[in-house]
């Protein structure tokens, strides 16, 4: 018997709250977890490590094995000034706000900072949540993005501006 604790409101984890429904499909997603469904695996959402349940309660409760598949879902601080400022969020909050189909505000001219695939779907987000223009920012070279080739030729093709070996120092409210 497996039972798995899942801190989110569905299955899928970062497959579904961290890769835009355009780069994979939600019915390709559910067919998959329909397949653990069949198979017996028993879903406990809405449930967090170390806030509804501990390691000690689960071996208290008989559990003979756990695994932890804790996913990637904080974001890396960029390290500047400003970057708390209202406006600003991390990547894969633009994500996960996105695939449940919260509102973001995102004004009309919106900038990406990164060079990976996160950056890529943050870019092609934003665009489809209405910014009118998207600029990435990458530190280095379009050569050293760490992105795949294929995400980063779609981004383009979407429209959105890179400019290379540029990067912000700090992040200053204005009027607007």
Same mark, same amino acid.
């Given at each position: 018997?497996?039972?798995?604790?899942?801190?989110?409101?569905?299955?899928?984890?970062?497959?579904?709250?961290?890769?835009?429904?355009?780069? *994979?499909?939600?019915?390709?997603?559910?067919? =998959?977890?329909?397949?653990? $469904?069949?198979?017996? %695996?028993?879903?406990?959402? #809405? &449930?967090?490590?170390?806030?509804?349940?501990?390691?000690?309660?689960?071996?208290?409760?008989?559990?003979?094995?756990?695994?932890?598949?804790?996913?990637?879902?904080?974001?890396?601080?960029?390290?500047?000034?400003?970057?708390?400022?209202?406006?600003?969020?991390?990547?894969?909050?633009? *994500?996960?706000?996105?695939?449940?189909?919260? =509102?973001?505000?995102?004004? $009309?001219?919106?900038? %990406?900072?990164?060079?990976? #695939? &996160?950056?890529?779907?943050?870019?092609?987000?934003?665009?489809?949540?209405?910014?009118?223009?998207?600029?990435?920012?990458?530190?280095?070279?379009?050569?050293?993005?760490?992105?795949?080739?294929?995400?980063?030729?779609?981004?383009?093709?979407?429209?959105?501006?890179?400019?290379?070996?540029?990067?912000?120092?700090?992040?200053?409210?204005?009027?607007?």
């Amino acid at each position: 018997a497996v039972k798995v604790f899942e801190g989110q409101e569905k299955a899928g984890g970062m497959l579904r709250y961290g890769i835009p429904a355009f780069r *994979l499909p939600r019915d390709l997603l559910d067919a =998959e977890i329909h397949q653990l $469904d069949q198979m017996g %695996v028993e879903w406990q959402f #809405n &449930t967090w490590l170390g806030k509804d349940y501990t390691l000690q309660s689960l071996k208290d409760d008989g559990y003979d094995a756990v695994f932890l598949g804790l996913g990637a879902q904080a974001a890396s601080s960029a390290r500047i000034p400003g970057e708390d400022t209202p406006g600003v969020m991390p990547g894969i909050e633009l *994500l996960a706000k996105a695939s449940r189909g919260q =509102e973001v505000e995102l004004g $009309d001219l919106v900038m %990406v900072v990164g060079g990976g #695939n &996160t950056a890529m779907d943050a870019c092609r987000t934003a665009l489809r949540k209405g910014a009118g223009k998207v600029v990435l920012l990458y530190r280095r070279t379009r050569a050293e993005m760490p992105a795949l080739d294929v995400e980063i030729e779609e981004t383009l093709h979407e429209g959105v501006e890179m400019r290379f070996l540029a990067a912000p120092v700090k992040i200053e409210k204005g009027e607007n």
